[in-house]
């Protein structure tokens, strides 16, 4: 039988803003959810990240492992499932999951993130964080004195390509068009002063080669340049834009930035739905600069704006059965 479960907050994600949003919750002394079916999000496929306090070098997935650790300290319960669909009751939510499991919950934080687009190559995902990256201004230091490439045409792919053109000895911004159109004219500028860049433009990549074991050593081209039809590198950055995951909030009324398509929060990551909640890349809250560490901080306010919404409003969870007096702590 499909089972049903009660907590104060679930937690929608599994990455950096979920798993910061759990031990804030946890730290607050309310129940919290963990529940996805992506362990990790974004950092956790990102490769090699040099720009995490207190890690000066660490891999993505060993880092959100290090997150799961902590929130595991605090017997958060994480469920494997994606979460299919959430109802407003008025007082409560309800949320079916992938797995049949139906959540009762006081209060949800959206912290689902955005899907890559991907160009859909063999390869493209298993060696994902084997020299196929999404995340430029993540990896690009790890690409010192090697030759990289980045796919795209907007302003993400010409920052990627000016960023790592401090880096490697040669990088190749690929993209379809025939122009740039989108891009800020000060990046155009800055990119044709990048002496080691190379612009291909109307072409695309048609293949990812190399193997399983050493992942990316290459790409081939749809049109030849200086003579060849593959270019030998260390890695690929595919910068073609991403998608915040917005259907299940949508569907409840959640407003969005129609700028960035962006799930909309104040500074203190609610939304305009009270009950509900956002944090990480899904939302607006960070501005164009998504990060690990900016996930974490919206993850940890996210987790006090529910904690003050449960107290305010009561809650669902057997918590009560425990002596937890929401209420009477806020009033202290």
């Not at 720009?51 to 070098?57: A, F, L, M, Q, S």
């Not at 990256?133 to 004195?145: K, V």
């Not at 990048?194 to 990812?208: D, G, M, P």
């Amino acid at each position: 039988m499909p089972e049903t479960r009660t907590t104060d907050v679930l937690i929608a994600g599994q990455g950096a803003a979920a798993f910061a949003a759990a031990l804030y919750t946890a730290r607050y002394q309310i129940h919290g959810m963990i529940v996805g079916d992506r362990f990790g999000g974004e950092t956790a496929i990102g490769g090699g990240i040099e720009n995490y306090p207190g890690y000066p070098e660490i891999d993505g997935f060993d880092l959100m492992l290090k997150f799961r650790e902590q929130v595991d300290k605090y017997e958060v319960p994480i469920v494997d499932a994606a979460l299919t669909g959430v109802e407003n009751k008025g007082d409560h939510f309800v949320s079916t999951l992938s797995d049949g499991t139906t959540v009762e919950s006081g209060a949800v934080i959206f912290a689902i993130g955005r899907e890559r687009r991907k160009l859909n190559l063999e390869h493209e995902e298993a060696w994902t964080g084997k020299g196929v990256s999404y995340c430029s201004t993540c990896d690009a230091p790890l690409y010192r004195e090697k030759t990289a490439a980045v796919v795209g045409g907007g302003s993400a792919a010409v920052e990627g390509a000016i960023l790592l053109g401090k880096y490697t000895t040669e990088t190749y911004l690929i993209y379809r068009g025939d122009k740039f159109r989108r891009p800020e004219p000060v990046l155009v500028d800055l990119l044709e002063k990048s002496e080691n860049v190379h612009v291909l433009f109307e072409t695309e990549v048609t293949e990812l080669v190399g193997d399983d074991t050493k992942g990316l050593t290459g790409i081939k081209l749809s049109k030849s340049y200086e003579g060849q039809d593959e270019l030998t590198l260390d890695g690929v950055f595919i910068e073609i834009g991403a998608d915040p995951r917005i259907e299940i909030p949508q569907s409840l009324g959640v407003e969005l930035n129609h700028e960035t398509n962006e799930i909309h929060v104040d500074r203190n990551m609610n939304t305009n739905v009270a009950g509900i909640f956002g944090a990480g890349d899904i939302t607006d809250g960070s501005g164009s600069l998504k990060q690990t560490i900016t996930a974490a901080a919206q993850g940890a306010i996210s987790a006090l704006a529910a904690y003050q919404y449960i107290s305010e409003h009561g809650h669902r969870c057997d918590m009560h059965e425990k002596g937890f007096d929401l209420k009477a702590d806020a009033a202290d």
